[in-house]
């Protein structure tokens, strides 16, 4: 597979990851946002503000060589009115951006250093996918992939893993069944249980 292939198809995963997210954070029920979830630092609000920020509105910035400000760290993107309508159109708008082949050969800006944008988009899928399902988990949904977008996740997670530990990003791994479906194997090496 060549660069482009491999673009477009983590491209097409992206897209699919976000479709899912999207569909979970548009049937939230405002009135859930203070509900557990699967994270035991973080509320469903703080998960939802979690994916704004960073799969909608910083993902569309890195395209075009920007960040988000820092004072939206804090933002609480739930108070302001169509939150989830705007989460939605926001994905859009930067699936947009990153299907411009030459977005993909850029390094972006990640703390004092730089990323390939590769790394930064299989990061992006892992933000979707497995905070996705920690919203849909604390919302009462369920969270479903395609076969080849989970394997796509795993393999991510398998790759990222020990950095996302080192840095406390990720809990030690839980136990699985080694024939358990991709999507489980990925949240379990991510320390989440399935």
């Known amino acids: 597979m060549d660069a482009n292939d491999a673009q477009h198809t983590m491209h097409q995963h992206l897209t699919n990851a976000a479709a899912e997210t999207v569909r979970v954070v548009r049937g939230i029920d405002p009135e859930q946002l203070g509900s557990p979830t699967p994270s035991t630092e973080w509320d469903l609000r703080t998960v939802v503000n979690h994916l704004t920020l960073w799969t909608a509105y910083n993902f569309a910035l890195r395209a075009e060589g920007g960040l988000v400000p820092t004072e939206w760290y804090e933002r609480d993107f739930t108070a302001e ?16 951006a990153w299907s411009e082949p030459a977005v993909w050969e850029t390094e972006m800006k990640v703390g004092e250093g730089t990323m390939p944008a590769t790394a930064i988009a299989g990061m992006m899928l892992l933000e979707y996918t497995l905070h996705g399902w920690e919203a849909a988990r604390g919302s009462g949904q369920q969270y479903v992939l395609d076969d ?16 996302f530990r080192q840095y406390d990003g990720f809990a030690e791994a839980v136990q699985v069944a080694d024939d358990a479906p991709a999507f489980d194997r990925a949240l379990a090496l991510s320390g989440r249980r399935p």
């Open 81 to 96: 009115p169509g939150w989830a309508e705007d989460y939605a159109t926001q994905v859009e708008k930067a699936l947009r």
């Open 148 to 163: 080849a977008t989970a394997a796509a996740v795993l393999a991510q997670v398998e790759q990222y893993a020990p950095m």
